[in-house]
């Protein structure tokens, strides 16, 4: 099994800047794909974005509500992937869900395609 930690939620003001971490321990030789889900009260948990973690492919998918304002990177040494929010609008507030699978970002990356997930993180976009 894989574990998976969320921090680096909060309150933040329009136009301004979070940093998210994911950290993952357990099985985690067996994860090809971290991905980043977010979820607003009264919708449906919605793909943010995703990061192929395998020594041969780094590739990243993102929605194109959060294109040139959110990257996700990741530091294999610390089995950790981030999610670096910038531009931030009262639209992007929800709960930040990190989450694992084992399959490559080109076999799915809506929620059911993940095997794994963290507790959640929330964040607040507000004025």
């Known amino acids: 099994q894989v574990q998976l930690v969320e921090s680096g939620g909060g309150l933040v003001q329009p136009g301004g800047s979070l940093r998210l971490s994911c950290a993952a321990s357990g099985r985690t030789f067996s994860v090809h794909t971290m991905g980043w889900f977010r979820q607003a009260p009264g919708k449906e948990r919605e793909f943010v974005a995703a990061i192929a973690i395998t020594w041969n492919d780094s590739s990243t998918s993102y929605v194109d509500s959060v294109k040139g304002r959110f990257t996700i990177s990741r530091d294999n040494a610390k089995n950790t992937v981030y999610l670096q929010m910038n531009s931030l609008k009262p639209d992007d507030t929800a709960v930040y869900y990190c989450?694992?699978?084992?399959?490559?970002?080109?076999?799915?990356?809506?929620?059911?395609?993940?095997?794994?997930w963290g507790q959640g993180t929330q964040v607040t976009v507000s004025s």
């Open positions: 989450a694992a699978k084992r399959g490559g970002p080109r076999y799915g990356l809506g929620p059911a395609d993940f095997q794994a």
